[in-house]
Protein backbone atom coordinates (compact mmCIF):
# COMPACT_ATOMS: atom_id res chain seq x y z
CA UNK A 1 0.00 0.00 0.00
CA UNK A 2 2.72 2.39 -0.99
CA UNK A 3 0.13 4.45 -2.88
CA UNK A 4 -0.53 6.41 0.40
CA UNK A 5 3.06 7.17 1.20
CA UNK A 6 4.10 10.83 0.15
CA UNK A 7 7.86 10.32 -0.02
CA UNK A 8 10.30 6.97 0.39
CA UNK A 9 13.66 7.76 1.75
CA UNK A 10 16.14 5.12 1.56
CA UNK A 11 19.25 4.83 3.81
CA UNK A 12 22.49 3.21 2.26
CA UNK A 13 25.77 2.62 3.66
CA UNK A 14 28.95 0.89 1.34
CA UNK A 15 30.25 -0.79 4.53
CA UNK A 16 28.15 -2.62 7.96
CA UNK A 17 28.93 -0.68 11.10
CA UNK A 18 28.85 2.77 9.56
CA UNK A 19 25.62 4.00 11.76
CA UNK A 20 22.90 3.68 9.00
CA UNK A 21 20.29 2.22 11.45
CA UNK A 22 21.27 4.69 13.38
CA UNK A 23 21.00 7.37 11.00
CA UNK A 24 17.63 5.38 10.12
CA UNK A 25 15.79 5.62 13.73
CA UNK A 26 16.88 9.07 14.42
CA UNK A 27 15.73 10.41 11.25
CA UNK A 28 12.62 8.82 11.83
CA UNK A 29 11.78 9.69 15.49
CA UNK A 30 12.73 13.23 14.87
CA UNK A 31 10.25 13.46 11.73
CA UNK A 32 7.89 11.87 14.36
CA UNK A 33 8.46 14.09 16.67
CA UNK A 34 8.23 17.39 14.08
CA UNK A 35 4.49 16.04 13.91
CA UNK A 36 4.89 14.09 10.70
CA UNK A 37 3.43 10.79 10.41
CA UNK A 38 6.11 7.90 9.41
CA UNK A 39 7.00 4.34 8.64
CA UNK A 40 10.01 3.00 9.19
CA UNK A 41 10.99 -0.15 6.90
CA UNK A 42 13.62 -2.54 8.09
CA UNK A 43 14.91 -4.74 4.96
CA UNK A 44 18.25 -5.73 6.52
CA UNK A 45 17.15 -9.64 6.91
CA UNK A 46 20.76 -10.33 8.28
CA UNK A 47 20.75 -8.12 10.53
CA UNK A 48 17.76 -6.51 11.68
CA UNK A 49 18.70 -4.21 14.64
CA UNK A 50 15.48 -1.86 14.51
CA UNK A 51 13.44 -3.32 17.11
CA UNK A 52 16.29 -3.48 19.44
CA UNK A 53 17.11 0.36 18.44
CA UNK A 54 13.35 1.28 19.14
CA UNK A 55 13.19 -0.79 22.21
CA UNK A 56 10.45 -2.68 20.62
CA UNK A 57 12.02 -6.75 20.63
CA UNK A 58 8.96 -8.16 22.09
CA UNK A 59 6.41 -6.83 19.95
CA UNK A 60 4.50 -8.86 16.93
CA UNK A 61 2.92 -7.79 13.62
CA UNK A 62 -0.65 -8.36 13.85
CA UNK A 63 -2.52 -9.32 10.59
CA UNK A 64 -5.16 -6.94 9.60
CA UNK A 65 -8.21 -7.68 6.89
CA UNK A 66 -6.27 -5.43 4.59
CA UNK A 67 -2.46 -6.67 5.54
CA UNK A 68 0.10 -6.33 7.96
CA UNK A 69 0.17 -4.10 10.72
CA UNK A 70 2.99 -2.32 11.34
CA UNK A 71 4.07 -2.08 15.30
CA UNK A 72 3.61 1.20 16.17
CA UNK A 73 5.92 3.34 18.69
CA UNK A 74 3.42 5.32 20.44
CA UNK A 75 0.22 5.49 21.17
CA UNK A 76 -1.10 8.14 18.46
CA UNK A 77 0.46 5.76 15.77
CA UNK A 78 2.51 8.97 14.37
CA UNK A 79 5.44 6.00 13.93
CA UNK A 80 4.56 2.22 12.32
CA UNK A 81 8.11 -0.25 12.10
CA UNK A 82 7.97 -3.42 10.51
CA UNK A 83 11.22 -5.63 10.41
CA UNK A 84 12.20 -9.17 10.37
CA UNK A 85 13.20 -9.07 13.32
CA UNK A 86 9.53 -9.00 14.72
CA UNK A 87 9.01 -12.85 12.69
CA UNK A 88 12.55 -13.99 14.59
CA UNK A 89 11.83 -15.88 17.81
CA UNK A 90 15.10 -14.36 19.33
CA UNK A 91 17.62 -12.13 18.55
CA UNK A 92 20.47 -14.46 18.26
CA UNK A 93 18.20 -16.74 15.39
CA UNK A 94 19.77 -16.20 11.89
CA UNK A 95 17.87 -15.65 9.15
CA UNK A 96 19.50 -18.15 6.04
CA UNK A 97 18.06 -17.47 2.93
CA UNK A 98 18.91 -17.71 -0.71
CA UNK A 99 18.27 -14.37 -2.62
CA UNK A 100 14.89 -15.59 -4.23
CA UNK A 101 13.10 -15.59 -0.34
CA UNK A 102 14.72 -12.76 0.33
CA UNK A 103 13.40 -10.56 -2.47
CA UNK A 104 10.03 -12.37 -1.87
CA UNK A 105 9.76 -11.32 1.66
CA UNK A 106 10.98 -7.63 0.71
CA UNK A 107 8.03 -7.35 -1.78
CA UNK A 108 5.63 -8.59 1.13
CA UNK A 109 6.85 -5.89 3.42
CA UNK A 110 6.58 -3.16 0.29
CA UNK A 111 2.92 -4.91 -0.99
CA UNK A 112 1.56 -5.89 2.18
CA UNK A 113 1.48 -3.75 5.21
CA UNK A 114 -0.91 -1.38 5.22
CA UNK A 115 1.25 1.98 5.44
CA UNK A 116 -1.65 4.36 6.31
CA UNK A 117 -1.09 7.57 4.53
CA UNK A 118 2.11 8.20 5.60
CA UNK A 119 4.47 12.08 5.11
CA UNK A 120 7.60 9.52 5.30
CA UNK A 121 8.59 5.67 4.63
CA UNK A 122 11.98 5.52 5.68
CA UNK A 123 13.95 2.79 4.64
CA UNK A 124 16.61 0.96 6.34
CA UNK A 125 19.05 -0.99 3.97
CA UNK A 126 21.45 -3.96 4.63
CA UNK A 127 24.91 -2.30 3.80
CA UNK A 128 26.63 -2.10 -0.32
CA UNK A 129 23.78 -3.01 -3.30
CA UNK A 130 22.66 -6.40 -3.08
CA UNK A 131 19.98 -8.34 -3.87
CA UNK A 132 17.53 -6.54 -1.43
CA UNK A 133 18.39 -2.86 -2.76
CA UNK A 134 17.22 -4.02 -6.42
CA UNK A 135 14.26 -5.84 -4.96
CA UNK A 136 13.22 -2.24 -3.60
CA UNK A 137 14.29 -0.74 -6.25
CA UNK A 138 11.84 -3.02 -8.53
CA UNK A 139 8.84 -2.41 -5.83
CA UNK A 140 9.07 1.37 -5.43
CA UNK A 141 6.54 1.93 -8.60
CA UNK A 142 3.39 3.24 -7.13
CA UNK A 143 5.84 5.93 -4.69
CA UNK A 144 5.43 8.97 -6.66
CA UNK A 145 8.80 10.38 -4.84
CA UNK A 146 11.94 8.47 -3.53
CA UNK A 147 15.65 9.79 -2.55
CA UNK A 148 18.37 8.02 -1.20
CA UNK A 149 20.37 9.51 2.02
CA UNK A 150 24.33 8.30 1.97
CA UNK A 151 25.62 7.18 5.81
CA UNK A 152 29.95 7.31 5.56
CA UNK A 153 32.41 7.04 8.38
CA UNK A 154 35.11 9.52 7.62
CA UNK A 155 37.86 6.52 7.07
CA UNK A 156 39.07 6.61 3.52
CA UNK A 157 37.78 3.00 3.02
CA UNK A 158 34.39 3.53 3.62
CA UNK A 159 34.60 6.63 1.46
CA UNK A 160 35.97 4.48 -1.45
CA UNK A 161 32.33 2.06 -0.75
CA UNK A 162 30.05 5.25 -0.77
CA UNK A 163 31.03 5.84 -4.25
CA UNK A 164 29.70 3.14 -5.55
CA UNK A 165 26.52 3.61 -3.64
CA UNK A 166 26.20 7.19 -5.63
CA UNK A 167 26.60 4.73 -8.72
CA UNK A 168 23.98 2.35 -8.27
CA UNK A 169 21.46 5.76 -7.53
CA UNK A 170 22.21 6.89 -10.70
CA UNK A 171 22.16 3.68 -12.73
CA UNK A 172 18.94 2.96 -10.51
CA UNK A 173 17.00 6.43 -11.17
CA UNK A 174 17.06 7.45 -7.20
CA UNK A 175 17.95 10.90 -6.43
CA UNK A 176 20.65 11.42 -3.54
CA UNK A 177 19.23 13.78 -1.07
CA UNK A 178 22.55 13.58 0.04
CA UNK A 179 25.78 12.54 2.38
CA UNK A 180 26.09 12.27 6.44
CA UNK A 181 29.47 11.94 7.70
CA UNK A 182 29.24 9.80 10.67
CA UNK A 183 31.21 9.07 13.81
CA UNK A 184 33.31 12.40 12.97
CA UNK A 185 35.42 13.17 15.41
CA UNK A 186 34.36 11.97 19.43
CA UNK A 187 32.32 14.73 20.77
CA UNK A 188 32.78 14.95 24.48
CA UNK A 189 29.24 15.26 26.48
CA UNK A 190 30.29 17.25 29.25
CA UNK A 191 32.69 20.47 27.56
CA UNK A 192 31.10 19.47 23.84
CA UNK A 193 34.98 19.60 22.48
CA UNK A 194 35.55 17.22 19.84
CA UNK A 195 38.20 15.19 18.69
CA UNK A 196 38.59 13.96 15.56
CA UNK A 197 39.87 10.13 16.47
CA UNK A 198 39.71 8.99 13.15
CA UNK A 199 40.15 11.81 10.33
CA UNK A 200 37.18 14.12 9.77
CA UNK A 201 35.48 15.71 6.33
CA UNK A 202 36.14 13.05 4.22
CA UNK A 203 32.13 12.84 3.63
CA UNK A 204 32.23 16.54 2.90
CA UNK A 205 35.08 16.44 0.36
CA UNK A 206 33.01 13.31 -1.55
CA UNK A 207 29.86 15.46 -1.77
CA UNK A 208 31.98 18.50 -3.27
CA UNK A 209 32.99 16.34 -5.83
CA UNK A 210 29.98 14.15 -6.56
CA UNK A 211 28.39 17.66 -6.59
CA UNK A 212 25.79 16.08 -4.31
CA UNK A 213 24.57 17.94 -0.83
CA UNK A 214 26.22 17.62 1.90
CA UNK A 215 23.77 17.08 5.19
CA UNK A 216 25.80 16.99 8.39
CA UNK A 217 28.61 15.53 10.44
CA UNK A 218 27.55 13.49 13.22
CA UNK A 219 29.97 13.11 15.82
CA UNK A 220 30.45 9.72 18.17
CA UNK A 221 28.39 10.52 20.86
CA UNK A 222 28.03 8.08 23.49
CA UNK A 223 24.75 9.30 24.37
CA UNK A 224 23.38 8.57 21.01
CA UNK A 225 25.17 5.13 21.60
CA UNK A 226 22.84 5.03 24.94
CA UNK A 227 19.63 6.08 23.30
CA UNK A 228 19.68 3.03 21.25
CA UNK A 229 17.61 0.44 23.03
CA UNK A 230 15.22 3.00 24.65
CA UNK A 231 13.76 4.21 21.03
CA UNK A 232 14.14 7.83 22.12
CA UNK A 233 15.22 10.71 19.60
CA UNK A 234 18.22 12.55 20.33
CA UNK A 235 15.90 15.61 19.03
CA UNK A 236 14.18 15.11 21.95
CA UNK A 237 16.57 14.01 24.22
CA UNK A 238 19.91 15.66 23.64
CA UNK A 239 18.23 18.54 21.57
CA UNK A 240 21.77 21.05 22.20
CA UNK A 241 23.91 17.68 20.86
CA UNK A 242 25.08 18.21 17.24
CA UNK A 243 23.06 15.07 16.56
CA UNK A 244 20.06 16.51 17.27
CA UNK A 245 21.23 19.75 15.54
CA UNK A 246 22.04 17.76 12.33
CA UNK A 247 18.45 15.93 12.09
CA UNK A 248 16.57 18.58 13.18
CA UNK A 249 17.98 20.48 10.23
CA UNK A 250 17.69 17.58 7.96
CA UNK A 251 13.87 17.44 9.09
CA UNK A 252 13.31 20.73 8.11
CA UNK A 253 14.63 20.34 4.52
CA UNK A 254 12.07 17.39 3.72
CA UNK A 255 9.18 18.97 5.75
CA UNK A 256 10.18 22.07 3.05
CA UNK A 257 9.61 19.45 0.11
CA UNK A 258 6.45 18.67 1.35
CA UNK A 259 4.62 22.25 1.92
CA UNK A 260 6.31 23.75 -1.59
CA UNK A 261 6.32 20.66 -3.56
CA UNK A 262 7.93 17.64 -4.06
N1 LIG B 1 27.23 8.91 16.19
C1 LIG B 1 27.33 7.86 17.01
N2 LIG B 1 27.79 8.01 18.28
C2 LIG B 1 27.91 6.93 19.12
N3 LIG B 1 27.60 5.68 18.76
C3 LIG B 1 27.15 5.47 17.49
C4 LIG B 1 26.98 6.54 16.56
N4 LIG B 1 26.52 6.01 15.40
C5 LIG B 1 26.38 4.69 15.58
N5 LIG B 1 26.76 4.36 16.83
C6 LIG B 1 26.82 2.99 17.42
O1 LIG B 1 27.59 2.18 16.52
C7 LIG B 1 27.04 0.87 16.41
C8 LIG B 1 26.73 0.56 14.94
O2 LIG B 1 25.69 1.43 14.52
P1 LIG B 1 24.50 0.93 13.60
O3 LIG B 1 23.93 -0.36 14.09
O4 LIG B 1 23.56 2.07 13.43
O5 LIG B 1 25.31 0.67 12.24
P2 LIG B 1 24.83 -0.02 10.89
O6 LIG B 1 25.57 0.65 9.79
O7 LIG B 1 23.35 -0.01 10.77
O8 LIG B 1 25.34 -1.48 11.12
P3 LIG B 1 24.93 -2.81 10.29
O9 LIG B 1 25.66 -2.71 9.01
O10 LIG B 1 25.44 -3.91 11.17
O11 LIG B 1 23.44 -2.82 10.14
C9 LIG B 1 25.83 0.84 17.34
O12 LIG B 1 26.21 0.32 18.57
C10 LIG B 1 25.45 2.33 17.49
O13 LIG B 1 24.81 2.60 18.73
Known amino acids: MLEQVKQVILVLSGKG ?152 CRKTGIPIMGIIENMSGYECPTCSHCTNIFSSGGGHSLAELAKLPFLGTLPIDPRVGQLAGQGLSAFKEIPDSSTSKVFGHIVDSLGGLLTNGL
Open 17 to 168: GVGKSTVSTQLALTLKEKGFKVGLLDIDLCGPSVPYILNLECKNIHQGPEGWIPVYLDSEQRLGVMSIGFLLNSRNDAVVWRGPKKSSMIKQFLEDVCWQDLDFLVIDTPPGTSDEHITVMENLRPVKHCSAILVTTPQEVAIEDVRKEITF
